[in-house]
């Protein structure tokens, strides 16, 4: 059995203080990661799409096109252009916790750098980097190369779940009776 890190026993520390628990975190953060690609491909067409869609009605002024799609079109289109609309805002934000995670990552004293270079390239870029290319460019064993994954992507589910995502309370606007964080951003917290 291999030994534990010195980070992976600061992660174990960091989860106990901030009451998370690590093993449905982390499987909430590799999904993430895992989607992150398509979904900034996804997002840049769909933006592409409702731009193209509002200059349909008005030319290239989309301002007098948002004035048509609020005032005049038919409400199955107002309808359809504001989920379009709150969709797009919705993944922005999902992009905007992942950028604000990764520059805490980067900030992390041991190594913060080689983390954030590590899950960039894996996950982030527009094109992934192979393995080879990564234990090359980061002039790592294979075995260290995962071994630092695995602290990067520790690293990264206690940034996002314990420091970004609680900063932004209050940004939502809540439904009574509803969390004002959106359910999958959640922290599960360890029983005390």
Known sequence: MRK????????????????????TVLHKTKLLLKIYRPVVWSTSNRAYQICESAECYCGKNLERAL???????PE????????NVRS???????????????????????????Y??????????????????????????????????REAIDLFAICLWGYTI???RGIFAAIEGESEIPSFFAVWTTPT
């Not at 890190?5 to 093993?23: D, F, H, P």
């Not at 870029?125 to 071994?147: F, I």
């Open 4 to 23: 534990e890190s010195k980070v992976m026993k600061q992660c174990a520390l960091m989860y106990k203080g901030l009451n998370i628990e690590r093993t």
């Open 67 to 73: 004035e048509y799609l609020a005032n005049f079109a």
């Open 76 to 83: 199955t289109e107002q309808n359809r252009f504001s989920e």
């Open 88 to 114: 797009l805002f919705e993944t922005h934000w999902l992009i905007s916790l992942i950028d604000s995670t990764m520059n805490k990552i980067y900030e992390y004293p041991d190594n913060g750098k080689m």
């Open 116 to 149: 954030h270079e590590i899950l960039s390239k894996q996950y982030l870029t527009v094109s992934k980097y192979s393995e080879q290319e990564m234990l090359e460019l980061l002039n790592m064993e294979r075995s260290t190369y995962y071994d630092k994954k």
């Open 166 to 168: 609680p900063s932004m």
